[in-house]
């Protein structure tokens, strides 16, 4: 389907979309894209991320605990991700990972809660929606530890560099790019675009977070997913249907998305 586009990664529930969000959901769907993937990111964002996909059947929900918001995993957690998959919405684990650059939660604290969410992916047999930053070593290990070569997942909004491609591909896990994509000093997540394979290659957002070049400093939102589109068909050397039509198909994969309505 040209002009057709997944955005793979977006947080549509927030307070910054209060006012007008359902304009930005039909300004989404309008610009061309067909499905959207919000990435759950705690247990209380959870019933309003659940009512989106229930207004609007093209979006779909990740539901996990963000490496910021680890310290809030407990005794209740697990169940809460398991009991959530009853809702049609919901098609991943995460986004939950390792961010040693904030650290808003302990180290000992995410590395555990990490790979609590990835045994989880092992035994719901759902794909994970990783972030990482700044924990390139630890997150590969837990991977590799606990994937024992079943995991299916996505690396979401890359920040690394052709330094990190060889293990993601030894994992045989997607690459999604954000709008850094398009910031002028990101060299190395340029670099690294046109050594992801193709068909694990994905596109996103982050809305309201990493508005590309030409939005910086607004808010983001996932009309504005053409703009990075359009720098990775230029860093691929591919036209920017073709960057459509194959990210979404991946995502699809990926997510096991049903065709858009
Ligand atoms: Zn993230
Ligand atoms: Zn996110």
């Given at each position: 389907?040209?002009?057709?586009?997944?955005?793979?990664?977006?947080?549509?529930?927030?307070?910054?979309?209060?006012?007008?969000?359902?304009?930005?959901?039909?300004?989404?769907?309008?610009?061309?894209?067909?499905?959207?993937?919000?990435?759950?990111?705690?247990?209380?964002?959870?019933?309003?991320?659940?009512?989106?996909?229930?207004?609007?059947?093209?979006?779909?929900?990740?539901?996990?605990?963000?490496?910021?918001?680890?310290?809030?995993?407990?005794?209740?957690?697990?169940?809460?991700?398991?009991?959530?998959?009853?809702?049609?919405?919901?098609?991943?684990?995460?986004?939950?990972?390792?961010?040693?650059?904030?650290?808003?939660?302990?180290?000992?604290?995410?590395?555990?809660?990490?790979?609590?969410?990835?045994?989880?992916?092992?035994?719901?047999?759902?794909?994970?929606?990783?972030h990482t930053r700044d924990a390139w070593d630890d997150t590969f290990e837990i991977l590799k530890q606990e994937g024992k070569g079943e995991l299916r997942g996505v690396f979401h909004c890359f920040t690394g560099g052709p330094a990190q491609i060889p293990a993601i591909k030894e994992l045989d896990f997607f690459v999604s790019f954000s709008g850094i994509l398009t910031f002028k000093s990101a060299k190395d997540i340029q670099a690294a675009a046109p050594l992801v394979a193709a068909d694990r290659v994905l596109v996103e957002t982050d809305a309201p977070y990493l508005a590309p070049e030409g939005k910086r400093g607004k808010r983001n939102e996932p009309s504005y997913i053409w703009i990075t589109a359009e720098k990775l068909a230029a860093l691929r050397g591919c036209s920017k249907d073709d960057i459509a039509a194959q990210t979404s198909e991946n995502a699809r994969a990926l997510f096991s998305l049903p065709a858009p309505l």
């Open positions: 389907m040209p002009n057709s586009i997944v955005d793979s990664h977006a947080h549509l529930g927030w307070d910054s979309f209060q006012e007008d969000r359902e304009e930005v959901i039909n300004r989404a769907f309008e610009s061309g894209i067909s499905q959207i993937v919000q990435a759950g990111v705690d247990h209380a964002s959870l019933p309003e991320s659940l009512k989106i996909a229930d207004d609007f059947p093209n979006i779909f929900n990740g539901v996990g605990l963000h490496p910021h918001e680890a310290k809030h995993w407990n005794a209740d957690s697990a169940d809460i991700v398991r009991d959530a998959f009853r809702h049609k919405s919901v098609v991943a684990i995460g986004e939950c990972g390792l961010d040693f650059y904030y650290n808003h939660s302990e180290r000992d604290v995410q590395l555990q809660v990490f790979r609590e969410q990835v045994r989880l992916c092992l035994e719901l047999d759902k794909p994970l929606i990783i």
